[in-house]
């Protein structure tokens, strides 16, 4: 895909200068009265197409990358010099052998020097094109690789995420049911198709999804967690959604509230998480708060301190100025505040 837009490009270059090239040739052609196409050609060919040619490529396959790209850019202005000087001569040197050498550096020495300054005016335009295509097909492929790395980078992130929480969440979850299945096996039953699904949710590789699989996704989790308590009113949910076909980044809201549950004061008592979460075809809004103690603080996810940073650095990839999240980390409550325009 790379090699065939290069190709592309190039060609359009060449086409469009071809043209320029030809047309300004036969104008100066008509103008001598030089009608004869076995005149034309070769001229056209050896005075005008190679020079061209050799320029641009030098420029561009040489001395951009060996030279400019390196910083040396004191060698690539001395070695264009070298080929502005070298390729006109060339050019009429090529011209003499399918004409004459009198009729390539002829008729005077004036004739002679316009010649070449006329060459070497087109061979510096070519060199500058050169640099210039060359110049913008490093930039995409410097940008193409920084939006590479910066996907990587996002599912890493999400990849780090996802194994420091959900392996603690798993095995806490696991241990709950073993618990209740002698004394509610029903009860035990339920929680383990919630769990089960919660798992097919998270092996989904899909990055977007329907907010009203993250919304599910945050109910079955909420359930499990409830198991610990027997305050059923623990974490109090406010779910407002009008078009739940909405879509999303994966995995979106969850650590916030896996954040909460963590780090809550009191996980038994009645309202201890609150989390609210409104949306409609254009806005997102959730907030997600929970009480803490003074010695508390939310900002780190377990032992790694780079559980928030992950999240905006993620945030800022995924929904680049149209998001705002506020994190509030007060004495007695810590809150989040997101944003986000669908």
């Known amino acids: 895909m790379k090699n065939t837009f290069q190709v592309l490009i190039h060609c359009t270059y060449w086409i469009g200068s071809m043209a320029v090239i030809c047309v300004l040739f036969l104008t100066l052609a008509n103008a001598k009265g030089i009608p004869n196409l076995a005149v034309l050609i070769p001229a056209l060919c050896s005075v005008l197409l190679f020079p061209a040619v050799l320029s641009f490529y030098t420029m561009n ?61 087109l061979c510096c335009f070519q060199l500058m094109l050169g640099w210039v295509l060359a110049g913008f097909l490093y930039w995409r492929k410097q940008l193409n690789e920084k939006l590479k790395i910066q996907h990587q980078n996002i599912a890493l992130e999400q990849q780090l995420l996802n194994a420091k929480t959900n392996p603690h969440f798993l095995f806490n979850s696991i241990n709950n049911i073993e618990i209740l299945i002698e004394k509610a096996p029903s009860k035990a039953s339920e929680y383990l198709l919630k769990l089960s699904g919660i798992l097919r949710f998270l092996l989904d590789e899909n990055d977007q999804i329907e907010l009203k699989e993250e919304v599910n996704y945050l109910i079955k989790y909420i359930d499990l967690q409830l198991i610990r308590t027997t305050t059923a009113s623990a974490i109090k949910t406010n779910f407002h959604v009008e078009d739940v076909r909405v879509l999303i ?86 809150s989040v505040t997101l944003k986000i325009e669908l």
């Not at 963590?262 to 996980?267: A, D, R």
């Not at 929970?290 to 559980?307: H, L, P, R």
């Open 61 to 121: 396959q040489w001395v951009f990358p060996k030279f400019i790209l390196r910083g040396k850019n004191k060698s690539a202005f001395l070695f264009s010099i070298v080929v502005v000087i070298i390729t006109p001569v060339l050019g009429l040197l090529l011209h003499a052998v399918f004409t004459s050498f009198e009729f390539s550096f002829g008729p005077s020495t004036l004739d002679l020097v316009l010649k070449l300054i006329f060459v070497a005016f």
């Open 249 to 334: 980044a994966k995995n979106l809201l969850i650590p916030f509230v896996e954040n909460a549950v963590k780090h809550v004061q009191n996980f038994h008592k009645q309202n201890a998480i609150e989390i609210n979460l409104e949306s409609n075809s254009n806005e997102l809004l959730f907030i997600c708060k929970n009480a803490v103690n003074d010695e508390q603080n939310n900002d780190t996810f377990g032992n790694f301190k780079i559980g928030n940073e992950l999240i905006k650095n993620r945030l800022n990839s995924l929904y680049p100025n149209r998001h705002s999240l506020v994190i509030d980390n007060s004495k007695r409550q810590y």
